[in-house]
Protein backbone atom coordinates (compact mmCIF):
# COMPACT_ATOMS: atom_id res chain seq x y z
CA UNK A 1 0.00 0.00 0.00
CA UNK A 2 1.16 3.41 -0.66
CA UNK A 3 2.03 5.96 1.80
CA UNK A 4 -0.84 8.07 1.01
CA UNK A 5 -3.52 5.50 0.59
CA UNK A 6 -2.40 3.92 4.39
CA UNK A 7 -2.48 7.73 5.78
CA UNK A 8 -6.03 8.22 4.40
CA UNK A 9 -6.94 4.88 6.08
CA UNK A 10 -5.36 5.76 9.37
CA UNK A 11 -7.43 8.88 9.58
CA UNK A 12 -10.74 6.85 8.20
CA UNK A 13 -10.27 4.86 11.15
CA UNK A 14 -9.64 7.38 13.20
CA UNK A 15 -12.21 9.62 12.37
CA UNK A 16 -15.19 7.71 14.67
CA UNK A 17 -12.99 8.93 17.24
CA UNK A 18 -12.08 12.03 16.67
CA UNK A 19 -15.90 12.92 15.79
CA UNK A 20 -17.30 11.39 19.24
CA UNK A 21 -14.40 13.61 21.16
CA UNK A 22 -15.48 16.71 18.83
CA UNK A 23 -18.83 16.60 19.60
CA UNK A 24 -18.65 16.66 23.14
CA UNK A 25 -18.62 19.93 24.98
CA UNK A 26 -16.86 18.28 28.12
CA UNK A 27 -14.10 18.17 27.13
CA UNK A 28 -13.69 21.66 26.72
CA UNK A 29 -14.44 23.11 29.94
CA UNK A 30 -16.50 19.84 32.08
CA UNK A 31 -16.67 22.01 35.21
CA UNK A 32 -18.76 24.57 33.17
CA UNK A 33 -20.72 22.47 31.22
CA UNK A 34 -22.39 20.48 34.41
CA UNK A 35 -22.50 23.28 37.23
CA UNK A 36 -26.15 24.18 37.93
CA UNK A 37 -26.62 27.10 35.91
CA UNK A 38 -29.70 29.41 34.43
CA UNK A 39 -31.03 28.54 31.39
CA UNK A 40 -31.94 31.75 29.34
CA UNK A 41 -35.72 32.28 29.33
CA UNK A 42 -36.07 28.80 31.07
CA UNK A 43 -38.22 28.48 34.58
CA UNK A 44 -36.28 28.57 37.65
CA UNK A 45 -37.04 27.41 41.25
CA UNK A 46 -34.15 29.62 42.37
CA UNK A 47 -36.28 32.74 42.17
CA UNK A 48 -39.77 32.64 44.04
CA UNK A 49 -41.27 34.63 41.02
CA UNK A 50 -39.93 31.35 38.71
CA UNK A 51 -38.30 33.87 36.31
CA UNK A 52 -34.58 32.71 35.67
CA UNK A 53 -33.49 35.77 33.72
CA UNK A 54 -33.36 38.69 36.05
CA UNK A 55 -33.81 42.70 35.22
CA UNK A 56 -31.12 45.12 36.68
CA UNK A 57 -31.76 45.71 40.40
CA UNK A 58 -33.54 49.15 40.49
CA UNK A 59 -31.26 52.76 40.11
CA UNK A 60 -28.12 50.46 38.68
CA UNK A 61 -26.56 51.75 35.74
CA UNK A 62 -23.96 50.02 33.57
CA UNK A 63 -20.74 51.08 35.38
CA UNK A 64 -19.32 52.46 31.53
CA UNK A 65 -22.26 54.95 31.06
CA UNK A 66 -21.12 58.29 32.11
CA UNK A 67 -23.20 59.97 35.25
CA UNK A 68 -23.71 62.98 37.36
CA UNK A 69 -24.49 65.27 35.07
CA UNK A 70 -28.29 65.84 33.77
CA UNK A 71 -28.50 64.82 30.14
CA UNK A 72 -25.03 63.86 29.63
CA UNK A 73 -26.18 60.44 27.96
CA UNK A 74 -29.60 61.29 26.14
CA UNK A 75 -28.83 65.26 24.99
CA UNK A 76 -31.77 66.36 26.85
CA UNK A 77 -32.91 67.48 30.18
CA UNK A 78 -36.32 67.88 32.05
CA UNK A 79 -37.66 71.79 31.00
CA UNK A 80 -39.57 74.36 33.51
CA UNK A 81 -42.96 73.45 32.19
CA UNK A 82 -41.73 69.21 32.98
CA UNK A 83 -41.37 68.61 29.19
CA UNK A 84 -37.31 67.58 27.99
CA UNK A 85 -35.63 70.33 26.09
CA UNK A 86 -32.22 69.50 24.50
CA UNK A 87 -28.90 70.82 26.23
CA UNK A 88 -27.86 73.98 24.84
CA UNK A 89 -23.81 73.06 25.44
CA UNK A 90 -21.68 70.33 25.52
CA UNK A 91 -21.89 68.96 29.19
CA UNK A 92 -17.72 68.18 29.04
CA UNK A 93 -14.40 69.76 28.94
CA UNK A 94 -13.85 71.29 25.65
CA UNK A 95 -10.19 71.29 24.87
CA UNK A 96 -8.09 70.68 22.03
CA UNK A 97 -7.34 67.20 23.02
CA UNK A 98 -11.42 66.45 23.20
CA UNK A 99 -12.41 68.13 19.60
CA UNK A 100 -9.18 65.92 18.18
CA UNK A 101 -10.80 62.86 19.55
CA UNK A 102 -14.23 64.15 17.79
CA UNK A 103 -12.54 64.31 14.40
CA UNK A 104 -11.22 61.15 14.39
CA UNK A 105 -14.67 59.96 15.34
CA UNK A 106 -16.35 61.95 12.92
CA UNK A 107 -13.80 60.56 9.98
CA UNK A 108 -14.27 57.42 10.95
CA UNK A 109 -18.03 57.25 11.66
CA UNK A 110 -19.91 60.05 10.03
CA UNK A 111 -17.61 61.78 7.36
CA UNK A 112 -18.86 58.92 4.71
CA UNK A 113 -21.91 60.03 4.62
CA UNK A 114 -21.73 63.56 6.09
CA UNK A 115 -18.81 64.80 4.15
CA UNK A 116 -15.88 65.58 5.62
CA UNK A 117 -16.56 69.13 5.77
CA UNK A 118 -20.23 68.33 7.24
CA UNK A 119 -21.52 69.69 3.93
CA UNK A 120 -23.66 66.53 3.21
CA UNK A 121 -21.54 65.59 -0.03
CA UNK A 122 -19.70 62.62 -0.16
CA UNK A 123 -19.22 59.96 -2.54
CA UNK A 124 -21.64 57.54 -0.25
CA UNK A 125 -24.53 60.41 -0.69
CA UNK A 126 -24.40 61.15 -4.20
CA UNK A 127 -25.31 57.55 -4.64
CA UNK A 128 -28.50 57.08 -2.63
CA UNK A 129 -31.08 57.21 -4.15
CA UNK A 130 -33.71 58.26 -1.06
CA UNK A 131 -33.07 61.52 0.94
CA UNK A 132 -29.40 62.37 1.07
CA UNK A 133 -27.61 63.26 4.46
CA UNK A 134 -28.09 66.52 5.23
CA UNK A 135 -25.33 69.02 5.35
CA UNK A 136 -24.82 70.40 8.62
CA UNK A 137 -24.53 74.28 7.96
CA UNK A 138 -28.69 74.00 8.10
CA UNK A 139 -28.20 73.11 11.66
CA UNK A 140 -26.44 76.11 12.98
CA UNK A 141 -29.48 77.06 15.38
CA UNK A 142 -29.92 73.19 16.81
CA UNK A 143 -28.28 72.91 19.90
CA UNK A 144 -25.53 70.73 20.65
CA UNK A 145 -28.19 68.06 22.40
CA UNK A 146 -30.14 67.84 19.48
CA UNK A 147 -26.90 66.43 17.62
CA UNK A 148 -25.89 64.10 20.44
CA UNK A 149 -29.81 62.81 20.51
CA UNK A 150 -29.83 62.40 16.29
CA UNK A 151 -26.82 60.75 17.09
CA UNK A 152 -27.79 58.72 19.93
CA UNK A 153 -31.42 57.81 19.08
CA UNK A 154 -30.89 58.13 14.95
CA UNK A 155 -33.01 59.91 12.23
CA UNK A 156 -35.01 59.19 9.43
CA UNK A 157 -32.78 56.54 7.86
CA UNK A 158 -29.66 57.50 9.80
CA UNK A 159 -29.79 54.05 12.11
CA UNK A 160 -28.45 54.96 15.88
CA UNK A 161 -24.50 54.79 16.59
CA UNK A 162 -24.75 54.72 20.38
CA UNK A 163 -23.05 50.98 19.88
CA UNK A 164 -20.31 52.10 17.91
CA UNK A 165 -19.63 55.23 19.92
CA UNK A 166 -19.95 55.86 23.62
CA UNK A 167 -21.14 59.15 25.51
CA UNK A 168 -17.77 60.93 25.73
CA UNK A 169 -17.28 60.18 21.82
CA UNK A 170 -21.01 61.20 20.49
CA UNK A 171 -20.06 64.88 22.38
CA UNK A 172 -16.27 65.00 20.95
CA UNK A 173 -18.08 64.26 17.34
CA UNK A 174 -20.87 67.23 18.47
CA UNK A 175 -17.88 69.70 19.74
CA UNK A 176 -16.04 68.69 16.13
CA UNK A 177 -18.97 69.58 14.04
CA UNK A 178 -19.81 72.47 15.84
CA UNK A 179 -16.04 73.15 14.84
CA UNK A 180 -17.14 72.11 11.15
CA UNK A 181 -20.16 74.83 11.08
CA UNK A 182 -17.44 77.52 12.42
CA UNK A 183 -14.93 76.76 9.99
CA UNK A 184 -17.56 77.08 6.59
CA UNK A 185 -19.85 80.29 8.41
CA UNK A 186 -17.32 82.30 10.67
CA UNK A 187 -16.45 85.86 9.62
CA UNK A 188 -12.79 87.68 9.53
CA UNK A 189 -13.93 89.28 12.43
CA UNK A 190 -14.39 85.95 14.38
CA UNK A 191 -10.86 85.06 13.64
CA UNK A 192 -7.63 85.02 16.35
CA UNK A 193 -6.18 88.38 15.96
CA UNK A 194 -2.74 86.92 15.56
CA UNK A 195 -4.26 84.49 12.65
CA UNK A 196 -6.39 87.19 11.58
CA UNK A 197 -3.26 88.85 10.76
CA UNK A 198 -2.27 85.93 8.89
CA UNK A 199 -5.11 85.73 6.52
CA UNK A 200 -4.95 89.30 5.89
CA UNK A 201 -1.05 88.89 4.43
CA UNK A 202 -2.39 86.15 2.25
CA UNK A 203 -5.12 87.70 0.73
CA UNK A 204 -4.40 89.45 -3.12
Not at 169 to 195: C, F, G, H, K, N
Request: net charge positive; glycine share 8%; aromatic share 6%.
Amino acid sequence: MKGSARLVLMLACAAPALGLGGCDEDMINPMAARQPRVQSYRESDFFADGIAMRAPPAGTVPRERLTGTPGLNTGRIAGADGKDVYLATIPLKVDRRFIELGQRSYNITCATCHGPVGDGDSIVARQMSLRPPPSFMKYLDKPPGYIFAVATEGFGLMASYAAELPPRERWAVVAYIRALQLSQTATLDQVPPDIRATLERQTP
